[in-house]
Nanobody, 126 residues
């Protein structure tokens, strides 16, 4: 059974950094893409980054590339999201998700993913 558990959210001030983690279990990383997503109040869930199981690359939503860095620890089956220079607009619930993937790359569309964690709240406010 696929399980995803996010952690690391909290309240930070604008300009500060935060590192999220997602512990994954119940699947083989070679078969699944893992993505980071976020959903702000009243907005659609949007992709942040994803790790491709087919080509080994990490893909980012263009608008967040540079401030956000995704990484993975295969030995621990954990993925991370380092978020720097946070802005109030980054306030959202952040999720990790998994998709059994056979395509090259990985999608950043939330509807493509089958398994989701419970999310962790990130609030950026002074």
């Amino acid at each position: 059974q696929v399980q995803l558990v996010e952690s690391g959210g909290g309240l930070v001030q604008p300009g500060e950094s935060l590192r999220l983690s997602c512990a994954a279990a119940g699947f083989t990383s070679n078969d699944y893409a893992i993505g980071w997503f976020r959903q702000a109040p009243g907005k659609k869930r949007e992709g942040v980054a994803c790790f491709s199981n087919t080509d080994g690359n990490t893909y980012y939503t263009d608008s967040l590339k540079g401030r956000f860095t995704a990484s993975r620890d295969n030995a621990m089956n954990t993925v991370h999201l380092q978020m720097n220079s946070l802005k109030p607009d980054d306030t959202a619930v952040y999720y990790c998700a998994a998709l059994r993937n056979t395509l090259i790359g990985c999608p950043l569309a939330a509807w493509r993913y089958d398994y989701w964690g419970q999310g962790t709240q990130v609030t950026v406010s002074s």
